[in-house]
């Protein structure tokens, strides 16, 4: 019962920002992308409050990495959940983040889908002309340095069913870091696996846990080699914090 208050709380909050977003195309430009991005700010952070309050939902945030995060910076991080995205716009609560994501997303789940739709968030088709695909996620990182906003990737480009970390990709970094040019942060998720997908929500979100660290801050790289290494050595160093982490007691 507790589940399915949550389940229409969201789906309410989904209603209410498809009537917000239309209204703000009147606005000027600037004011709408504020009007936006506020109000998605307050959606996700009474989500997780009534996650917190009546499933007992737990989130942790840790920056392990010794360095202050940037201004601005490319994200990177293993992929497990469709609840990676707004976890992580909960927890980096001073960033604006823009995530890739794959283009099947951009319907049929509340809220989430809509915010990819509005936001000028870049949905790819995994399976389309790669070329094009490489279009899109320059369109957007250029977006994304006009608007200061943090693009978002997750380097394996689908989430894994155990949460274990699959194999990085890695022409979407490059081209972003190509077209604009910012320091790497590393981060490692843990705990969407067991909600990989809208019908795990009711059977696994009571007393589910999320956690995020982020595990290192790279100065603004130069070049393919120095990127190709970076990436490397953040894949193992997720899969790493990854393994320490499931040793490790659970969070309350």
Known sequence: MLNILVIVSILLL???YDILLPASRFLAPRYGFETTERFTRKAISHIFSLMRAYCGVSLEF???SGHELPGRF???????SLMDIPVCMKLFPERMLRFVAK???REGIPFISLILRSQGHALIRRKGDATQAMRSIQRYARRCEREGTCPVIFPEGTRTPNGEVGAFHTAGIRKILDETPLPLVVAVLEG?????KITDIVRNLYKASFRVRVLSVTDTLSGKKAVLEAISSAREE???ELAKIRGEEPIN
């Open 14 to 16: 989904f209603a209410l």
């Open 62 to 64: 840790e920056n392990v």
């Open 74 to 80: 490319l994200l990177i991080s293993n992929h497990q």
């Open 103 to 105: 283009w099947e997303l």
């Open 192 to 196: 969407g696996y067991r909600i990989a």
């Open 238 to 240: 997720i899969s790493a």
